[in-house]
């Protein structure tokens, strides 16, 4: 069981990589990206095929005679056919949110997969998913922190330059464009580290008995700063804002985020 547990948390390892460098792929169209995405869910699709013929094997069928069964056949399917469209198609918004889906499910088999088979590692399993949340979403804030100094840094650079004065200050900050670039750069890596620890959270809160609803402030919260933040990079990428109104856009997400993180906190039924 303890071989079993660490395979299927690899592949959610595994899993959660591949969804980042997809969405950077989505984002830049990135050849590379793209490369590094499909090279991580091959090696999700070779764990999981290796687990699905060593259950065949062992019980001479195809594993769909329970439901969890069926659950981790069904996430295999799923990977197969991502790779499949990643080979002959062109899906960056597909191959992402077929990544997401296929984590969403694997997480589940996988939590089903304790319960079921070792009942006394639930606490300690439940202890790792909230810890994986927590420092998803720190990281994914961290981020989002030193974005938000490079957004104002760049806004101070601005008003210099616009003022004709402090060069002295100047010659301290790099180039206007070099900030802007650099701040959106760590929005694109954090927004899909948040979206996955928004993620664990609502799985790891409906597997235990903490009380929790869609309607809690701190879940209303951490949504509405994943979509100020996807609105923010998609007015960068698809609007095409550049410099001084796309940087304002992001000062205004982050504070947003610190309502999020110290307000909603306080008011929400199942965070502490």
């Known amino acids: 069981m303890a071989l079993e547990r660490l395979l299927h948390e690899s592949i959610l390892l595994l899993y959660a990589v591949s969804v980042v460098f997809y969405f950077i792929d989505f984002l830049f169209h990135n050849r590379k990206a793209n490369r590094i995405a499909f090279w991580f869910l091959a090696m999700v699709w070779v764990l999981q095929t290796i687990f699905l013929l060593k259950e065949m094997v ?10 969890n069964d069926g659950l981790y056949t069904y996430a295999w399917i799923v990977v197969t056919f991502s790779l499949v469209v ?34 006394s590692q639930i606490p300690s399993m439940l202890n790792e998913l909230l810890y994986a ?40 900050f790099r180039d206007l464009e070099g900030l802007e670039r650099r701040a959106f750069h760590l929005i694109v890596l954090a927004e899909p580290m948040l979206l996955l620890s928004i993620i664990l959270g609502v799985v790891w809160a409906y597997v235990t008995d903490t009380t929790f609803y869609w309607g809690d402030s701190k879940t209303v919260g951490s949504i509405l700063v994943f979509i100020i933040y996807a609105m923010y990079l998609y007015s960068r990428t698809r609007g095409n804002y550049r410099g001084k109104p796309i940087l304002l856009f992001n000062v205004i997400a982050f504070c947003l985020l610190l309502i999020n993180f110290f ?5 929400s039924n199942f965070h502490v």
């Open 58 to 67: 062992q019980t001479a069928s195809l594993p769909i005679q329970t439901f």
């Open 86 to 119: 990643h080979r002959f198609f062109k899906l960056e918004f597909f191959m992402f949110f077929m990544s997401v889906f296929g984590f969403l499910v694997m997480l589940i088999h996988t939590l089903r997969s304790v319960q079921i088979n070792d009942s």
């Open 263 to 267: 307000l909603f906190n306080t008011l």
């Open 133 to 172: 949340h927590i420092v998803l979403a720190l990281i994914s804030y961290g981020l989002f922190t030193i974005s938000f100094v490079l957004a104002c840094l760049y806004l101070t650079q601005y008003k210099f330059l616009k003022a004709k004065k402090g060069y002295k200050w100047l010659r301290r």
